[in-house]
């Protein structure tokens, strides 16, 4: 069973960096695709960024030239390096994996607080 973990958020100003970790730490199975989500505050979870086994990126417009989403695949981590960051992306953030085996399966971690300040 896949078992992600985040890790790296915590409060930051205005302009300020952090980096985020997604790890699987329940198993061997392979991963396909994997991603970071996010839930503002009142606000439905959205796509921040996504790659793909070959390492290919794809990120939402309101991060794109600020974050930097990548993947060791050889120990099943994801980290998203966040630059520039501004009150607006305050958020939980998510990771999340597709199965390699099992496409329509689609593993969550449980979420870690980033929070800018102004």
């Known amino acids: 069973q896949v078992q992600l973990v985040e890790s790296g958020g915590g409060l930051v100003q205005a302009g300020g960096s952090l980096r985020l970790s997604c790890a699987d730490s329940?198993?061997?199975?392979?991963?396909?695709?994997m991603g970071w989500y996010r839930e503002g505050p009142g606000k439905q979870r959205e796509l921040v960024a996504t790659?793909?086994?070959?390492?290919?990126?794809n990120y939402a417009d309101a991060v794109k030239g600020r974050f930097t989403i990548s993947r060791d695949n050889a120990k099943n981590t994801m980290y998203l390096q966040m630059d520039s960051l501004k009150p607006e992306d305050t958020a939980v953030y998510y990771c999340?994996?597709?199965?390699?085996?099992?496409?329509?399966?689609?593993?969550w971690g449980q979420g870690t607080q980033v929070t800018v300040s102004s």
């Open positions: 329940g198993s061997t199975f392979s991963i396909n695709d």
């Open positions: 999340n994996a597709v199965d390699g085996l099992r496409p329509w399966v689609v593993f």
């Open positions: 790659i793909n086994t070959r390492d290919l990126p």
